[in-house]
C-alpha cells in the first residue's frame, strides 16, 4: 500500500495491474481492503485502483467538514496525482454516492459507472436509519457494528458466520475511526443528486441485493430511471453487501461483461 498527499491529508491507495482503468469507492465504515475479491482477480487484465476514503483505513483526515461534495475532490485529486485521466468508477453504498457525483462533475473523467447498493438522494425513511447509525456509533464501534450488521447480510449468513462475526467486530474495533464513521454519516445527510442524474450519459449498471432493506430497490431504481443509458441487475438473497462470498464469482462475470462494452 502507497500513501499520497492531497490538500491537508493522506490517502492510502493500492494501484495494480495494466490497461484500463477501474477505480473502486468503498462504502461507509470499510476500507479498501472490501473490494480485494474483485481487484486480485481484475488486475491481471486492467489497471485498478482501490483506495480509503478520508478518517477510514490508514486515511488521515482534517478539521474539514465532511460532505458527498469533499469525499468527490478527494477522489478527483487522487486521481490527478496518478496520472488518470479516464476510468471505470465502481462504488458501494457511500462510495456510489461518491461516484455518481464525479459523474455530475467531472464527466471527462468518467467512461462507465457500476453502482452498488447506493442512493441518489436521502429521503425520510435513510434519515431514520441514519439517525440510528449515529445514535449508535455515540456509543462506540461495538453498538454501531451490531447496529448496521442486520442491514447488511441476509439472516442465514448471520447465522452461519455469526461467531466469525462476533471475531471481526471485535478485531476491528480496536482500530475503527470513529469519528471518521460518524462524518461519513453526516455526509449522506441532505445528500440529492435525483434532478442531475440526466446529466450522466456513460454506461451505467446498478446493482442491488433484492433483501436491502437499508437503500431498497424503489430508491436505487431511482437511479435507473434517471439515467438514460442504465440497466439494473437485483441480485437474489442478497442485502446490503453485495460481495458475500457466494455473489463474487456473479459480480465479477457481471464486472467483465460490463467492460467488454465500453
Known sequence: MTKKTIGNICINYELEGEGKNIVFVHGLSDNLAYWKPLSENLKNDY????????????????????????????????????????????????GGNVILNLAVNHPEMVEGLIVM?????HDEKLKRIFDD???????????????????TLTDDLLEEYKELLESVKHEAAKTANI????KGIKAGYGFNLTDRLNEINVPTLIIAGKEDTLTSLDIQEKIHENIENSEMIIIEKTKHNILTGRNIENVLNIITEFMSKI
Do not use: M, W
Request: charged share 25%; glycine share 6%.
Open 117 to 121: 447498493s447506493s442512493f441518489p438522494e
Open 47 to 94: 489497471q485498478t485502483l482501490i483506495y480509503d476514503l478520508r478518517g477510514h483505513g490508514e486515511s488521515s483526515d482534517d478539521d474539514s467538514e465532511t460532505t458527498i461534495d469533499l469525499y468527490q475532490e478527494d477522489l478527483y485529486q487522487l486521481l490527478n496525482s496518478l496520472n488518470i485521466e479516464n476510468a471505470v468508477f465502481v462504488g458501494l453504498s457511500l
Open 179 to 182: 469519528e471518521g464513521i460518524k
Open 133 to 151: 447509525f449515529d445514535n449508535a456509533i455515540d456509543q462506540g464501534f461495538v453498538e454501531f457494528f451490531d447496529t448496521i450488521l442486520p442491514y
